[in-house]
């Protein structure tokens, strides 16, 4: 990583736009320190100062205190499958994804800041800055607009130029300010009511609701206390384990991967370099691999 000027007056004319940055580790993409959206600043002073001591440090933006919605469009990993129909769409990537919407919405993913991501392929991913509409609260989402299209508002971050990752330099390709978030985008982020494990929501016979209620608490709670070493592991068991009761129709699969995938959100904001897409991936293949192998709940178990 260039250690010359140029990389700390990249970093300023972040901070100049009134967004609030704080370190990231080298070469990663995770935090440098904690409680990181409390300690990020876009203070010009104390900025200069650890890029001047630690001038190999990442960079991130804390989203919430900026004031931003980052709409993420990434890239397929290997091995990754698209949901049905999409390969017939042409649609590859999350920026297609996001094309996709737009055009749906008889409207246009519009231009506003972005930034280039590093990845595999041969474009990267993008970052798309907007700023949240008055009065709508808005978090992070993890597949909730489409396959490989993820967001950062509230709670979140994401990694800023001139950052670089062991597959390459975050760019800017548009440097205008961020534009409000369009009408058509703003629903699905929305913060909306969390999904209860119960009888009415779930559409089961009322007598199956509190042994269902059970499996499925268990099988968050293992997610939610898996250890760094055995995330993706834990997540895939559980997501085998809730997809059967999706194949038997004990629970629907938007209300199983909501689940699992709020339970498993620690994982992408800790010291792993688990991301939000590759939990969306893992709960999608269990639940997908579990419902071929239905179960249902016996009656007389209450």
Request: charged residues 20%.
């Amino acid at each position: 990583m260039s250690t010359d000027d140029s990389y700390l007056t990249e970093i300023l004319r972040m901070a100049a736009r009134g967004w609030h940055l704080f370190p990231a580790v080298p070469g990663a993409k995770r935090p440098f320190v904690d409680q990181w959206e409390q300690r990020a600043t876009s203070d010009h002073g104390v900025i200069s100062d650890f890029y001047t001591r630690y001038p190999r440090h990442n960079v991130a933006v804390a989203t919430g205190p900026s004031g931003l919605v980052v709409v993420d469009c990434d890239l397929a990993k290997p091995g990754d499958v698209a949901p049905d129909g999409f390969n017939m769409l042409g649609v590859a990537t999350g920026l297609d994804v996001l094309t996709l919407l737009a055009e749906r919405a008889n409207a246009k993913v519009p231009p506003t800041f972005t930034v280039r991501t590093p990845g595999t392929g041969e474009h990267g991913g993008y970052h798309l800055y907007f700023r949240p509409p008055k009065g709508v609260a808005l978090r992070n989402t993890a597949g909730t607009l489409g396959w490989l299209v993820d967001t950062r508002a509230h709670g979140g971050y994401v990694i800023a130029p001139p950052s670089i990752t062991p597959t390459g330099r975050y760019e800017i390709i548009d440097d205008r300010p961020p534009i409000e978030l369009p009408a058509w985008l703003v629903q699905a982020p929305a913060v909306k009511p969390s999904t209860a494990v119960s009888a009415s929501s779930q559409s089961v016979p009322a007598q199956r609701s509190a042994y269902l209620d059970a499996i499925v608490r268990g099988e968050c709670a293992k997610v939610a206390g898996a250890q760094r070493s055995r995330h993706n592991k834990t997540l895939f068991q559980a997501s085998l384990t809730l997809g059967q009761l999706v194949g038997g129709n004990e629970m629907s699969h938007p209300d199983a991967a909501h689940m699992l995938e709020q339970s498993a959100a620690h994982m992408a904001v800790g010291d792993c370099d688990c991301t939000t897409s590759q939990i969306t991936a893992t709960v999608q293949s269990g639940l997908r691999l579990g419902a071929t192998k239905p179960r249902q709940l016996d009656t007389r178990a209450a």
